[in-house]
């Protein structure tokens, strides 16, 4: 099944992903469709796993959303992000990124040939640093499908015997009680392993991510270096950071 969507599809999973849930009454006065377009495109959502339809409506699914779907949504953001993240890096460094499309945006951003190492356990992430030439480590392990990412024993034991300047890691979502969480439990030991071992550790996030939980949480606000995002937080989130005494980046 084709993952591939139209504009006003990408708009509902934004706002699903911003909100939580939405009405087909709500829709109705975004774009200028009928009922049964907006149910058609609520149905090839949910299809897709991204959505579960409600009676009028539909709700987030909480359920880890394939990577090539996810690659569609908010690229623009993810594309800053990723932009941000690359400023951060300094000739010389080895930096780890892990699995995800924000993530995929540090890859593309690198310049071709940048003099750093970099670890990761995503397969798409080492293509990309394949292609600039860039010396790439690819920890091994158990191929999660919904990140082409590796996880499991191998993957932690391999993190947990190296040492890098800064770790860059995405995120299912960030709350004020459960912190850094991510759908997978594998990909959750990487990143809390990835952030022990790293001076520096930055979450790469863009806005959708404020408010949102996931089953498995990873770190709190204050165990990592900086957040990095697409947007501007509310002025709540700038509280909390500055109480957490964690850097806020966003463009």
Same mark, same amino acid.
């Given at each position: ?19 939580? &849930? ?9 774009? !200028? ?34 990577? !090539? ?15 941000? *993240?690359?400023?951060?890096?300094? !000739? ?22 940048? !003099? ?14 394949? &292609? ?20 499991? +024993? ?34 959750? &030991? ?28 990873? *770190? ?8 990095? +995002? ?5 002025? &709540? ?15």
């Amino acid at each position: 099944m084709s993952a591939r969507m139209n504009e006003r599809q990408k708009q509902i999973v934004n706002l699903l992903q911003s909100v939580g &849930e939405v009405k087909i009454t709500e829709l109705k006065e975004m774009f !200028p469709v009928t009922d049964m377009t907006l149910r058609r495109d609520l149905e090839k959502l949910e299809q897709h796993g991204m959505l579960r339809r409600t009676y009028g409506g539909a709700i987030l699914n909480s359920k880890e959303l394939a990577l !090539p779907v996810r690659s569609t949504v908010n690229m623009p953001g993810k594309e800053r992000v990723g932009q941000i *993240a690359v400023s951060l890096v300094n !000739p010389g460094e080895s930096i780890f990124i892990d699995s995800g499309s924000t993530t995929l945006q540090i890859a593309r951003a690198l310049p071709d040939k940048a !003099p750093i190492t970099v670890v990761t356990n995503a397969i798409h992430v080492a293509a990309e640093l394949s &292609e600039k030439q860039i010396p790439t480590v690819v920890i091994g392990g158990v191929l999660l499908e919904t990140t082409n990412g590796m996880g499991g +024993t191998v993957a932690t034991e391999s993190i947990s015997r190296m040492a890098f300047d800064k770790a860059f890691l995405g995120t299912t979502g960030l709350s004020r009680l459960h912190g850094f969480s991510n759908a997978n439990m594998l990909e959750a &030991e990487i990143k809390r392993v990835a952030i022990s071992r790293a001076s520096e550790s930055y979450i790469v996030m863009d806005n959708t991510k404020f408010d949102h939980s996931a089953l498995f949480s990873f *770190a709190k606000l204050d165990e990592v270096h900086a957040v990095i +995002t697409n947007e501007q937080p509310s002025e &709540e989130w700038k509280a909390a950071f500055r109480e957490a005494e964690v850097e806020i980046r966003y463009s």
